[in-house]
């Protein structure tokens, strides 16, 4: 029975085809995702019974149709969704369109003025007629005298100039008015097509509804103009106190509606990304370009030290008091693909295009401190805060403002994403911790052995505590290490250093008094055929 009545509405639909429906729809909520961000809009609208258009405005300018879904009663059956952003109504425009309105508006104003002075400019006729009769009654009266005669002439030309002017003054405001009228149509007209054509993304829905009534309608979709990432506020007094952390996010939409009082759900994941199951295909080995005709000359013999870096001093000024803070008001939630922060504070994000900071939660972080130096690739130690067990505070990849001892220090890079236990975040350069690494010429030198040559290298390295508390500072430093069976190498001093004989990298634990100074020295040889030469050396 419910089929055949559908198809009998249907039919009677296409008989008896309705006008457009408009509606507009308002953002209640919003997910954002790293590239993207899933909108939730709600919208009423009455409808007949029978086959409708309804058209939903104020949806973002661009969305992926795919992902459109529409929440509606039982007793409405939504037989296409299309979006577009060129909406041409074969029927009458959409009179709320702020274009259309405007212009509507003045003409009902302008309307009323025409009236106005149409009423004016009879009642001026309606006078001069009436002089006219008066003048041919007192023509006619033969008991006035000459002078009474001339006083009745001189008032009746008197009026009856006043009036014209007055009627001739009605006629050409009268006339002023139908040529604004006449602009005024033809800019609603233009206007029209222009809010038809051109006023942002639209829901074209065709619907078939079993009851006229008032049918509320529930909108999600993805737009791909929307993106956050995180970013954090890392504070500390001392080095004896925990970190206090700011997790923050930095929100971005250009979606072309402006989100206002809207709940925001922050997602770590990706809704665009493939969601197959890799399957193994046969692995079939073949001869490929011969590795000896590919060789770079010094290429194997790179090397390379990694150590922890930050962007320096800055001039950016941060405020020491931080406004209040959601953090009672974030709940997170973490599952084996993503972390999701939802809001329940309403946002406002505009579609400008801007970042839209917003403050997630505040953490205090267990830290134990230490300094850090690689005077090889840089002449200053770094200070450390180690953070034991991070993986519970749901950190996700991001930079860092560092304020350290209440003054601005630069950023930093958070990548919770490694295997070690330990988090190590950079709180920045420690200018009171001086570092001097310099080559000792009387140790260095060339000898040349029949065939080969051999080259000895001497660092001394001089680390001096300036601060009024000791520091443990771990400083790194290293030889190179050999691919070549030519290019022999040989660590002749390195301190008690502890070495990786894999990578040549040499480390020092560090323990300095406040006004102390330490010295390490490492010295290596390098022996290989004279004939060669070795670029990175």
Not at 53 to 65: G, H, Q, S
Not at 133 to 144: P, R, S, W
Not at 196 to 203: A, I, R
Not at 247 to 263: L, N, P, R, S
């Given at each position: 029975m419910k089929r055949a009545f559908l198809l009998l509405l249907l039919l009677s639909g296409i008989v008896n085809a309705q006008k457009p429906v408009f509606t507009t729809a308002k953002v209640k909520a919003a997910t954002v995702y790293f590239n993207a961000a899933e909108i939730t809009q709600a919208a009423t609208v009455t409808l007949p019974a029978g086959t409708s258009?309804?058209?939903?405005?104020?949806?973002?300018?661009?969305?992926?149709?795919n992902t459109v879904q529409i929440g509606a009663p039982a007793s409405l059956t939504v037989l296409s969704v299309q979006f577009t952003r060129d909406y041409i109504s074969e029927f009458e425009p959409d009179e709320t369109s702020p274009l259309i309105k405007k212009v509507r508006d003045s003409i009902k104003l302008l309307q009323k003025e025409i009236q106005k002075t149409g009423v004016l400019k009879n009642s001026e006729l309606k006078t001069l007629?009436?002089?006219?009769?008066?003048?041919?009654?007192?023509?006619?009266?033969?008991?006035?005298?000459v002078a009474e005669l001339i006083k009745l002439a001189d008032y009746s030309k008197a009026k009856y100039t006043e009036t014209m002017t007055a009627y001739n003054a009605f006629i050409d405001r009268e006339q002023k008015l139908n040529e604004i009228m006449s602009r005024l149509n033809s800019r609603l007209?233009?206007?029209?097509?222009?809010?038809?054509?051109?006023?942002?993304?639209?829901?074209?829905?065709?619907?078939?509804?079993?009851?006229?009534?008032?049918?509320p309608l529930d909108i999600t979709y993805l737009s791909p103009s929307a993106s956050w990432s995180p970013f954090y506020d890392l504070r500390a007094e001392n080095t004896s106190g925990p970190i206090n952390m700011l997790?923050?996010?930095?929100?971005?939409?250009?979606?072309?509606?402006?989100?206002?009082?809207?709940?925001l759900t922050l997602s770590s994941g990706n809704p665009n990304q493939n969601n197959q199951a890799p399957i193994l295909s046969a692995w079939f080995l073949r001869f490929g370009i011969n590795p000896a005709l590919a060789y770079s000359p010094g290429a194997a013999n790179t090397i390379r030290i990694r150590g922890l870096s930050s962007s320096g001093y800055s001039s950016n000024a941060v405020a020491k008091s931080e406004v209040s803070t959601v953090s009672n008001y974030t709940t997170i939630n973490e599952n084996q693909l993503s972390v999701s922060f939802d809001i329940d504070i309403p946002y406002d994000v505009l579609s400008n295009g801007k970042q839209h900071s917003v403050s997630l939660k505040d953490i205090k972080l267990p830290a134990t401190y230490r300094h850090y130096a690689v005077p090889k690739a840089d002449k200053e130690a770094f200070l450390l805060a180690e953070i034991s067990d991070y993986s519970k505070y749901n950190l996700l990849k991001g930079e860092a403002n560092i304020i350290f001892e209440g003054m601005y220090i630069g950023k930093t890079f958070i990548d919770p994403n490694q295997t070690s236990d330990t988090l190590n975040l950079s709180m920045g350069r420690d200018k009171k911790i001086s570092i001097k690494r310099e080559k000792v010429v009387e140790k260095s030198g060339t000898k040349f052995l029949s065939s080969y040559k051999e080259q000895t290298f001497t660092y001394e390295t001089t680390i001096r505590n300036n601060k009024k508390e000791a520091v443990q500072l771990t400083l790194k430093d290293q030889y190179p290490v050999s691919t070549d069976k030519e290019i022999e190498v040989e660590l002749l001093q390195s301190d008690k250093a502890k070495a990786n004989a894999e990578t040549g990298v040499l480390t020092w634990e560090l323990k300095l008094a406040p006004g102390e100074a330490k010295k390490v020295r490492i010295s290596y040889k390098v022996k290989y055929p004279k004939d060669r030469n070795i670029d990175n050396l």
């Open positions: 258009e309804i058209v939903v405005k104020n949806v973002a300018d661009y969305l992926n149709e007629e009436l002089l006219d009769k008066n003048t041919v009654v007192a023509g006619q009266n033969t008991g006035l005298s007209e233009t206007n029209t097509k222009q809010a038809e054509k051109t006023s942002g993304g639209k829901l074209v829905l065709q619907v078939m509804n079993e009851q006229a009534g008032s049918v997790y923050k996010a930095q929100v971005v939409q250009q979606t072309g509606i402006d989100w206002k009082k809207v709940k």
